[in-house]
Every structure is written in structure tokens, then in C-alpha cells.
């Protein structure tokens, strides 16, 4: 029974405690509710009664900027984009516009915050495409609601952050770092695609390497420098042997000859591959193959050594012979009233530089090889012009772009490459180094030196042809001021479409302009070594086009197919300029049918059609300039060069140099005066 009673006693209490607690719970959920049925209003029913939100105004928030737009580099062409997020209460409006377009806010347009009001986050974006000047410059972000505006600026900059830049060796290609802003970095590009990278093709390389195919092995060669890499065969190398020349190879010892006399000297080797063999004077090269022969002068004493080569690095050289030469001279002739002859000064004896060939590259385009063989190419890319094929030190290219009446093309620029230094010569006579301006125009008849890293560039305009000069090589020459001659790579341009290349004779080139051994019948030596008659399969063979953008040019028409009707009269008109008498000298030493050929063809297809300068006479100027600059012909030391041709331009009929100085400068970029240079305010 005592049991029994405990047992009830706690269910009554447990009740008891279960009523306070629904009771305390009722009383929480009644707090600050209103019933539905109460009717605090004269017969009214409230908002949440028919079911409707009521909307209590809230205290707002102006925008915050959760991220601002930043600064971009686009290059000419390209796309750049603005991102800009902020947050508020109520939700803020957005816009990206110019800065000089943006809207001032009328606040009293907006709504006030009310409960249903979020703090939320707004994103905005632009993107402006195909951008070019105009586009440049400040952008602002804006950001507003009824309690406050933010903006935030940021600035488009249009710049190539690839401009006057080039990749060494003609394998890279550059890309610009527009993340960061500035910077460039030279690229190799993908030779293809991925599926094919690992198909099993094996090849040897002429630098001795095994390949699974000719891409990897490009890929590799790019990324490895491995200039001119190519294929030497298919299949594995198999075993390199080092070149080893024969030791029971004569060595000739001393040799004492006089001037004019034959020397001649072989030298043979083994290895695998077979090694190429050259030949130096000193550190100079002088000559390649199996024998070596020469009728010195007195400044060819010297040590001459033989070189085997293969696999493109492995060398192994041998001393042949230290040569005397002696020059011969005639008794003197007595006299019976002698003179004294005047103290001999060596800066009193005018010396010409040592030898060099000319390559002539102009209108619409037409090239006269190193060794005087002459095309036309009509491409419409970068192409190498000129460069050394044995050392590698130096390659000339030149920008070729459309211009005439139908499918020609014209010299946009030309740009040196010396020893990692380079310099790009502009329409214009305007010259660009690494996005720095140098400007000619402004410093006429005097010497500007462009200092660079391993070399310098020597300019010179004298108003009408800008002169670039840079020295290779300094020779040993006691007649000489300084003691030394100096070989040289010189460049002219007439700030148009025409280039002059001058090469020392003795380097072996390759490129549009032949490879300079003298004979015009092997000039067109494709990339790949294989030879070709047809000029679109060779100009292609140089093309500088990493990415195969440039489309290949159609075959060359005849200036008949370009003329039409007006042949006769055009060819009469320029046989006509080339016939005048101030060319008369000029004609003894350069033939003019080649040009008066392209004066034809280019007076008819018209190049750029500037009334200013009229084709047939940029032709006319290249000759002009061919004429009165040094012309080495092969075999000579002394250069020609004709004076006479000054002031051709009046009997021609043409512009002369003054006419043609401002219409020259409009087809280039805009350059300032002497003032504004020196005040340093132009890039």
C-alpha cells in the first residue's frame, strides 16, 4: 500500500509539472504576437491577417566594394575585361563605363531599405574587344543605392608588349606577359598536335640525337637553342665517332712565298658523320672543303689552321701551315732633281673597308642576291633576308606586308640581329630599340651610336638613305689609323620599301640573299637545305611564322599581265629614267635591266599609290643608292661607286630628296621634333 501511494503521489506531480511547463511555453510563443482575429482598427482586417507581408523600413546600407577592378594591358586587337563586386543594403546598382562617361546618381530614385531589403552581393563585368587607341585610358567602376555611392578606377592600357622584339635563331616566338602588365618571354610553339607528338617515327638530328619523330625532335631543338636543328636521316644515329683528322696528314710548316703566288693545302678527316672540313686564318674563316687554295697578298701572313666538324659541336683542329708573304716592288727610278716626298702618315691615305657583298632588296619586292641573281617574292610575312650560316652571330629580316593594286607586297621594316643585340629600322627612318624611339630625322649628317650588351650600332641619315652599320670582326691593319680594319654588317634604307644588306664577302650566308659564294646559279638554298628555281617555294622555305599564320603568295605576274594596255607607254617611261645621263656611269658598272624591269612592274601595280612617290622613281632611288654607295664586284678589293648620279631626281622628273623627306615620314609612325625628343617626352 505504501508503495501504491508513492507511485500515485509522483504521477500527480509529474502532471502537475508537465501543466506549468506547456503553460510557460504558450506564454513564450504569445510574446509580442498580435491573434489573427483581434481587430485593433475600426472594422479593419491587418496585413498579416489577408495574408500580405508588412514591409517596416529597416536601417540601409551603402555599397562596400567586395573586389575593385585593376589595371590591364591588352595588346592592339585583343580583348580586355574589368570585374567589380560590392555589397549593400537594399542590393546596390552597378556600372563599368569610361570615366569621363559616368552618370551622377539621382538618390531620390532609389527605394529606402524595408525588412524585405538583403544584404547581398552585386557583380559587374565589361569586356571590350578588338581594342585599339581609342579605348585606352580610365574606367570606372560605380557602385550605388539610396544611402551612398563607391567608385573605384582602373586603367586600360593598349601596348604590344611584343614590339621590336625578336626571338633568337627563328624558332621561338614572342608572347607577351599581359598578366603581369609588362614583360615578354620568347615561346616555342607546339610543332604538333599532342596524338601525333608520340608517334613512333625515329629520326637522327644533325646535332647526333635520337628522336621519336621529327616534332619531339623540333620541340626539343627549340627548346634546347639548337639553331638550324633538322633532320640528317631517318632512322637512329647508331654510334658518333668524333671527328679525328688523319695524322699522316702533311703539315706544311713554315711557308715564305711572294704575293700572287698559289698557295694550296688539304686536309682530310674521319668520323661518323663524315665531318665538314674549314679552314682559318687566325680566328677568321676563310674557306670550306677538303683543299684550300689562295693567291695571297702581304696581309694574309698568318697561321692557317684546318677544322673537322660534325654533329654540329664536335671540333677538332689542326695548325697546317704560318705563312710569310712578301710583297714585290720595282727598283725606284732615279730622278735628277729629286723631291722630298711628304712624311707618311697613314691617316692621309684614304682605305677602303674590307670587301663586302651587296644584297638590294625593294619595291614590290624584287631581290638582286648577294651574288647577283634576281627574283621577285611577294609574301606577306616575316622572312629572313640575310644571315650567317656559319657562326650564327648575326641574321637580317625584313617585315613584308600588302601593298599595290592586287596581291603585292612591300619592306615594312627591317630588323638587325647582332650578337643578341637588335635594332629595327621603321618607316620613316624612325628606329626602334626594344619599344625605345631613336630618331634620325632630327640629328641629319651626324653619327648616333646605339650602345647595346655585346655590340653597338652605328647610325647615319643623310636626309635621304639611313645608314646602319655594326662591326663583326677588327683585323689587324698597320696602314690604318687605329691599327685595325673592320668588317663590317651595314644596312641602308630609304625609309620606305627598299634595303640595301652589305656582308663581309668571306662570310657564308643563307636566307633571301643567297649564300654568297659567288655563284648565282645555287642562290636559292632552301631552309632545308634542298635547292629550288621556283621563288615562292624558297621565299616560303625563310619564312619566319612559328604559328603558320602567313598564307603562302600566288606566282609572280609579268609586268605585261600587270600592265595590260599601259605596257608599251610605262616601258618607254622607264627605259627613259634609266637612260638619262646622270645614270651613264652608273650604267657601266650596274646593268639596268633588272630595274628598269621592276620600274615596270611596280609603276603598274602601283605599291602604296602616294602621288608623292611615284613607283617608278622609288625603283629609280634604290639604283641611285645602289650607284653612289662602295660596290664591291667579286674578285675586287677596291670598291666602285659613282658620284655623278647626285641630283638625278630633275632629269628623271622625279621628287628629290627634300620633296620626298615629309611624305617618307607620314607612311611611318608619328616622331617628334628635335625639342621634344631631348625633353625626353616620346617613346
Not at 657583298?357 to 624584287?366: E, I, L, R
Not at 615562292?536 to 595590260?564: A, L, M, Q
Request: proline share 7%.
Amino acid at each position: 500500500r505504501v508503495i501504491v501511494l508513492l507511485v500515485v503521489i509522483m504521477v500527480l506531480v509529474e502532471a502537475k509539472g508537465g501543466r506549468k511547463k506547456r503553460k510557460n511555453r504558450m506564454k513564450v510563443k504569445a510574446k509580442g504576437h498580435v491573434p489573427r482575429n483581434v481587430n485593433k482598427g475600426k472594422g479593419k482586417t491587418s496585413a498579416k491577417a489577408s495574408g500580405k507581408p508588412v514591409n517596416v523600413k529597416v536601417e540601409g546600407k551603402p555599397p562596400v566594394f567586395v573586389s575593385v577592378p585593376m589595371n590591364i594591358t591588352v595588346p592592339p586587337g585583343g580583348s580586355g575585361t574589368f570585374h567589380c563586386n560590392a555589397t549593400a543594403i537594399p542590393t546596390p546598382q552597378m556600372t563599368i563605363t569610361k570615366k569621363d562617361q559616368v552618370i551622377e546618381p539621382d538618390f531620390d530614385n532609389f527605394k529606402d531599405a524595408t525588412s524585405n531589403s538583403h544584404s547581398q552581393h552585386t557583380s559587374n563585368a565589361i569586356t571590350i574587344s578588338n581594342v585599339d587607341k581609342p579605348n585606352e585610358g580610365w574606367y570606372t567602376c560605380q557602385a550605388v543605392n539610396k544611402y551612398g555611392v563607391i567608385r573605384s578606377d582602373a586603367y586600360l592600357r593598349i601596348k604590344d608588349l611584343c614590339e621590336g622584339v625578336v626571338c633568337p635563331g627563328g624558332m621561338k616566338y614572342c608572347q607577351g606577359k599581359y598578366t603581369e602588365g609588362e614583360g615578354h618571354e620568347c615561346v616555342c610553339p607546339q610543332y604538333c598536335p599532342i596524338n601525333e607528338f608520340y608517334a613512333r617515327d625515329e629520326v637522327c638530328s644533325n646535332y647526333c640525337e635520337d628522336y621519336g619523330n621529327e616534332c619531339q625532335m623540333k620541340s626539343a631543338g627549340c627548346y634546347q637553342d639548337q639553331y638550324g636543328v633538322e633532320v640528317m636521316h631517318r632512322g637512329r644515329c647508331g654510334a658518333v665517332k668524333e671527328p679525328v683528322i688523319d695524322e699522316d696528314e702533311d703539315t706544311y710548316g713554315e711557308i715564305n712565298i711572294f704575293e700572287g703566288e698559289e698557295i694550296t693545302m688539304e686536309c682530310h678527316a674521319q668520323g661518323t658523320p663524315e665531318p665538314q672540313i674549314k679552314w682559318y686564318k687566325g680566328n677568321e674563316l676563310i674557306a670550306e672543303g677538303n683543299e684550300m687554295s689562295l693567291y695571297p697578298s702581304e696581309s694574309d701572313t698568318g697561321e692557317y689552321f684546318c677544322e673537322a666538324v660534325n654533329c654540329m659541336r664536335n671540333r677538332v683542329s689542326k695548325r697546317m701551315a704560318v705563312v710569310f708573304v712578301t710583297s714585290i716592288t720595282s727598283p725606284a727610278i732615279p730622278t735628277t732633281t729629286p723631291t722630298p716626298s711628304p712624311e707618311y702618315n697613314p691617316a692621309n691615305i684614304e682605305i677602303p673597308d674590307p670587301p663586302r657583298s651587296t644584297c638590294a632588296v625593294f619595291g614590290d619586292p624584287h631581290f638582286l642576291t648577294y651574288d647577283q641573281r634576281a627574283y621577285t617574292y611577294m609574301g606577306t610575312c616575316d622572312n629572313v633576308l640575310a644571315m650567317d650560316c656559319e657562326m650564327g652571330r648575326w641574321f637580317v629580316y625584313g617585315r613584308m606586308r600588302p601593298c599595290g593594286k592586287s596581291d603585292g607586297s612591300c619592306l615594312e621594316t627591317v630588323t638587325a640581329y647582332v650578337d643578341t643585340d637588335v635594332l629595327e629600322l621603321q618607316r620613316g627612318w624612325l628606329v626602334n630599340r626594344n619599344g625605345g624611339k631613336v630618331v634620325p630625322k632630327n640629328h641629319v649628317g651626324k653619327k648616333i651610336v646605339v650602345e647595346g650588351r655585346y655590340n653597338n650600332f652605328t647610325l647615319l641619315f643623310d636626309g635621304n638613305i639611313l645608314e646602319l652599320s655594326a662591326v663583326l670582326n677588327r683585323i689587324p691593319n698597320p696602314d690604318r689609323k687605329d691599327g685595325f680594319d673592320e668588317e663590317k654588317l651595314v644596312i641602308y634604307w630609304d625609309g620606305y620599301v627598299s634595303a640595301h644588306i652589305q656582308t663581309p664577302r668571306q662570310t657564308r650566308t643563307c636566307g633571301m640573299c643567297g649564300n654568297n659564294d659567288g655563284d648565282p646559279a645555287n642562290d636559292m638554298r632552301m631552309r632545308r637545305r634542298g635547292m629550288t628555281d621556283d621563288p615562292v617555294e624558297f621565299g616560303n622555305s625563310w619564312k619566319i611564322d612559328p604559328r603558320k599564320r602567313c598564307t603562302d603568295p600566288e606566282p609572280r605576274k609579268t609586268p605585261e599581265e600587270v600592265c595590260g594596255d599601259e605596257y608599251e607607254a610605262t616601258k618607254t617611261e622607264c627605259e627613259r629614267i634609266f637612260n638619262i645621263e646622270k645614270f651613264a656611269t652608273c650604267r657601266e658598272n650596274h646593268d639596268p635591266e633588272e630595274w628598269i624591269e621592276a620600274c615596270i612592274y611596280d609603276q603598274c601595280e602601283g605599291l602604296m599609290q602616294r602621288e608623292e612617290l611615284p613607283p617608278k622613281c622609288v625603283v629609280a632611288n634604290a639604283y641611285a643608292t645602289r650607284c653612289r654607295k662602295d660596290f664591291w664586284f667579286q674578285g675586287e678589293n677596291t670598291p666602285v661607286k659613282t658620284k655623278t648620279v647626285d641630283g638625278w631626281e630633275e632629269e628623271a622628273g622625279c621628287p628629290d630628296a627634300e620633296d620626298r623627306f615629309q611624305p617618307t615620314l607620314d607612311v611611318g609612325c608619328p616622331q617628334p621634333t628635335l625639342e621634344e625628343e631631348l625633353a625626353g617626352n616620346f617613346k
